[in-house]
C-alpha cells in the first residue's frame, strides 16, 4: 500500500526531524539515502521527501510506503487493514501536521535573532508525537549515551522482546517495540545486563514493574492517560519511576505526551541557555534542579506555547554533524 502527502518542506523536513534526537528507529536506504526506513506503532514505513518547487514558497511530496498492511498484531481494532486515508491520518498524527510551523518559526525569528539566524537554516524540524511506551523506555536509555548507542539498545529491545512485524531485505526482520508487560518479566534486568546495557537495564526493569503495578489490566493506558493531565502533573509522575529525572520526563513529556512547552535540559541545552540568553548562568558549576527549573522556564517565557519546539530546533542547531549546515 503506497500514497503521498504534500507538504511544505518548511513545514517538514525529513531529513532533519528524523535524526535530531528525539527517535531512533529511523535509517536511510543505502541505495538510496532519500528514502527513509521505520516503524511507527506496528506499521513499518518507507518515507521518501521529494521537492517539487523551490523559491519563496517550496513544495514537497511526500511518498509513503506501507511495507505491512495485512499485519495482524496486536487487538482486533488493529487488525483491521487500513485505508489509504487511515494511514495518512497516522502519518499526520505522527508528524502533527496540524501544527503551523511556519508561522511559528517566524514568530519566534521575529522575537530572537540567535533563532533566526539558525532557523533559517534548519527549516521543518517537527517535534513527533510518538508512542508513549517507546518513547520512555528509549529515553532511560539515553541516560549518558550517545545517539548511535541508544539506537543499538533500542533495537536490542525489539529484537529480544518485541514482535515481529516484517522481514527486510536489506534490515531483516524488523520487531515492534516491546509491551511493558514483556519489559516486567523478572528475568529481563540480567538478559539485559548480558546485552550491555549497563545500570539502565535495572531502570528498565523496575520502571515496566512500576507501571503494571499502576494498572495490571491495561499498563500502557497509564502512560497515555498522562496526555490528558497538565504538564506539572505529568511531569510529576514520570518522575515517580525509576531512571527517570527531570531531563527524561521532559523529553517524554514533549514527544509523546502533548506538552509542547515541556523543556528537556541536557548539556546542549544548558550551554545554549548559557552562551546566548542567560550568561549570569555561567557561575553555576553544575546544573542543579533549581537552575535547571531556571532554564525551562526561561525558554518557556521567552518562545511561548510551543516553547518545546523552538528549542529543538536550537538543540539541533548544536549538534555536532548539524554545525556544519550553521553559516
Not at 37 to 46: H, T
Not at 79 to 108: A, E, M
Request: hydrophobic content about 35%; charged content about 25%; glycine content about 6%.
Amino acid at each position: 500500500m503506497e500514497g503521498f502527502i504534500n507538504v511544505s518542506p518548511n513545514e517538514l523536513n525529513l531529513s532533519l526531524t528524523l535524526v535530531c534526537g528525539q527517535c531512533f528507529r529511523w535509517k536511510r536506504r543505502k541505495q538510496d539515502d532519500n528514502v527513509w526506513f521505520g516503524v511507527i506503532l506496528d506499521k513499518v514505513f518507507e518515507l521518501n521527501q521529494k521537492i517539487l518547487k523551490t523559491g519563496s514558497k517550496p513544495e514537497s511530496r511526500i511518498h509513503w510506503k506501507l511495507l505491512n498492511p495485512s499485519f495482524a498484531g496486536g487487538s482486533k481494532t488493529k487488525r483491521r487493514k487500513l485505508s489509504s486515508n487511515d494511514v495518512t491520518d497516522l502519518l499526520s498524527d505522527y508528524f502533527q501536521l496540524k501544527v503551523p510551523l511556519v508561522d511559528y518559526y517566524s514568530k519566534w525569528s521575529s522575537i530572537d535573532d540567535n533563532f533566526s539566524s539558525k532557523g533559517s537554516q534548519l527549516p521543518g524540524i517537527r517535534i513527533l508525537r510518538q508512542d508513549p511506551v517507546e518513547n520512555l523506555f528509549s529515553f532511560i536509555c539515553s541516560s549518558n549515551n550517545n545517539i548511535p548507542r541508544i539506537s543499538m539498545m533500542v533495537e536490542a529491545l525489539c529484537s529480544t522482546y518485541g514482535q515481529q512485524l516484517f522481514e527486510d531485505s536489506e534490515y531483516g526482520p524488523i520487531y515492534g517495540f516491546p509491551t511493558i508487560n514483556a519489559l516486567a518479566v523478572d528475568a529481563v534486568e540480567s538478559k539485559l545486563r548480558s546485552l550491555n546495557f549497563g545500570y539502565r537495564a535495572k531502570f528498565i526493569s523496575q520502571t515496566a514493574k512500576s507501571i503494571v503495578s499502576y494498572n495490571k489490566s491495561e499498563p500502557s493506558k497509564w502512560l497515555y492517560d498522562l496526555r490528558n493531565e497538565s504538564y506539572e502533573d505529568a511531569h510529576s509522575k514520570l518522575m515517580t519511576l525509576p531512571g527517570v529525572g527531570a531531563k527524561v520526563a521532559d523529553c517524554v513529556c514533549l514527544m509523546s505526551l502533548d506538552k509542547h512547552d515541556a523543556i528537556p535540559v541536557d548539556t546542549h541545552v544548558w550551554k545554549i541557555a548559557i552562551n546566548d540568553y542567560m550568561p549570569h548562568m555561567k557561575k553555576n558549576k553544575t546544573m542543579t534542579d533549581k537552575a535547571y527549573k531556571e532554564v525551562g522556564n526561561f525558554f518557556r517565557s521567552h518562545f511561548g506555547p510551543y516553547s518545546g519546539w523552538a528549542h529543538s530546533v536550537l538543540f539541533t542547531a548544536d549538534l555536532s554533524k548539524f554545525k556544519k549546515l550553521i553559516k
